[in-house]
């Protein structure tokens, strides 16, 4: 199995910054992605960004600009820097880990438990 905890939520200011980690562990080969999403009362969960196993990124027009995405040298591990806060960034913001446990294993999707990112106005 494999496990993924978020840390670093919390309350900021609008025009703050806040960065998040993402760790994923357990049986694990290959991470093909590390991802964080976002759902905010009301609304859909949202792509944030996506940090590929190449080290490609994707953003979502919302956030291109001010938040970046990077992993450490394991790539199991993942930040999300967020800067330039505004109130329409609060939500709960989740981390996906798509990864298999062997190469003859397709990839699966792990979900961290989510945490609050809360920005005042």
């Known amino acids: 199995q494999v496990q993924v905890v978020e840390f670093g939520g919390g309350l900021v200011q609008a025009g703050g910054s806040l960065r998040l980690s993402c760790a994923a562990s357990?049986?694990?080969?290959?991470?093909?992605?590390l991802g964080w999403y976002r759902q905010a009362p009301g609304k859909q969960r949202e792509l944030v960004a996506v940090?590929?196993?190449?080290?490609?990124?994707i953003y979502s027009d919302s956030v291109k600009g001010r938040f970046t995405v990077t992993t450490d040298n394991s790539k199991k591990t993942a930040y999300l820097q967020m800067n330039s806060l505004n109130p329409e960034d609060t939500a709960v913001y989740y981390c996906?880990?798509?990864?298999?446990?062997?190469?003859?294993?397709?990839?699966?999707?792990?979900w961290g438990q989510g945490t609050q990112v809360t920005v005042s106005s």
């Open positions: 996906n880990a798509k990864t298999n446990s062997g190469p003859w294993d397709t990839l699966h999707d792990y």
């Open positions: 940090i590929i196993s190449d080290g490609s990124t």
């Open positions: 357990g049986s694990i080969f290959f991470v093909g992605s």
